[in-house]
């Protein structure tokens, strides 16, 4: 697999000064507020999605270096993704996130849903300070699909019921969209034309599908490897598809039994084992993952299109990395 760091390699020197510019642009002179931010930040995962901005961007860029609009579209996109986390775990009542304390287990969750929303006023302003409007209302399409992505995937764990295209839908808006906006709003924030920003976007919407296929295939793991509790999808009652791959085989007895046993597995470690073991033994886990790297290889087939370069060979390489991670 290859590995993050020579990933980074082309950007290096351009993820050092966006660091530099996220620090910059949100920081508070109230030492609660600014505790709670520094946290945040150093607790991020491995910042994939300003990884693809600026690797995007440079893919595409004809001056000498990347202009400040790519550090700023890396930032509206990480920080929509970081408070869509901090709100999650809120949502969620989780107490761990990628191996700490989570936001809302240090500080509660009054205050982690206004970090949150701290998050997005802060970042959403500067970005209207520099005027670059373009930016601002591409990245701002994902939030409200993001948010209905969640709100499909609450009502359906209600009802218990999933079919492929719903899940496809779910995981497209709570996932994919911001992942492709991350690709092409790289590609915008170096002028780029309109079209190769709409390619750029078809290549991140299949990483992110990817992605979030691979994490649901990751909930399977000993909470050792990701940092989160194993199988916490089952015990929210989340039909993912590895789980929905055993339903559309399954007949009418076997997938009343798995709906019984999905019902009582948030307080039944014997329903959430029997799942588990099913999903695992039955090789689903094996075909979810022909499914994700489906997604990589379009992902991959549409790099093609654009030159050679540093940049797009790192892309090419981020697809194997999504693909083959084990967190």
């Not at 998050?119 to 209207?128: P, T």
Request: glycine share 6%; proline share 3%.
């Amino acid at each position: 697999m290859p590995g993050i760091e020579k990933i980074k390699a082309p950007v290096a020197a351009d993820l050092e000064r966006y660091e530099s510019f996220l620090r910059a642009s949100l920081h508070s002179g109230h030492q609660l507020t600014q505790a709670m931010l520094d946290y945040i930040f150093e607790t991020r995962g491995k910042g994939i999605r300003p990884l693809l901005v600026l690797l995007s961007a440079g893919m595409h860029n004809t001056a000498s270096s990347l202009p400040e609009k790519s550090y700023l579209a890396a930032m509206l996109i990480e920080m929509v993704h970081t408070a869509s986390l901090v709100h999650d775990d809120v949502i969620d009542e989780a107490d761990m996130r990628r191996g700490q304390p989570s936001v809302n287990a240090k500080w509660h969750s009054k205050r982690s849903v206004i970090i949150g929303d701290y998050i997005l006023a802060k970042s959403f302003s500067v970005g209207m300070q520099s005027r670059a409007y373009d930016v601002v209302a591409y990245i701002t399409e994902g939030i409200g699909a993001l948010c209905e992505g969640e709100l499909i995937q609450s009502e359906q764990n209600d009802l218990l019921e999933m079919t492929r295209e719903i899940y496809c839908d779910i995981i497209y808006k709570k996932t994919a969209t911001l992942i492709g906006s991350s690709c092409g709003a790289g590609a915008m924030a170096v002028d780029a034309p309109q079209e190769v920003v709409a390619a750029m976007k078809q290549f991140g919407d299949n990483i992110g599908m990817a992605f979030q296929i691979k994490d649901d295939i990751l909930d399977y793991s000993s909470s050792d490897k990701t940092g989160k509790p194993a199988c916490g999808d089952l015990k929210e009652g989340k039909i993912t598809l590895p789980l929905l791959l055993l339903l559309e085989k399954a007949d009418d007895a076997k997938k009343e039994s798995i709906k019984r046993h999905l019902r009582d597995a948030w307080q039944s470690a014997e329903s959430l084992t029997y799942l588990s073991c099913m999903v695992e033994k039955e090789g689903w886990l094996e075909r979810a993952a022909e499914v994700m790297n489906e997604y990589v290889a379009k992902a991959r087939g549409l790099l093609k299109a654009f030159p050679e370069s540093s940049y797009r060979d790192s892309l090419d390489e981020l697809c194997l990395y999504i693909a083959e991670r084990d967190k």
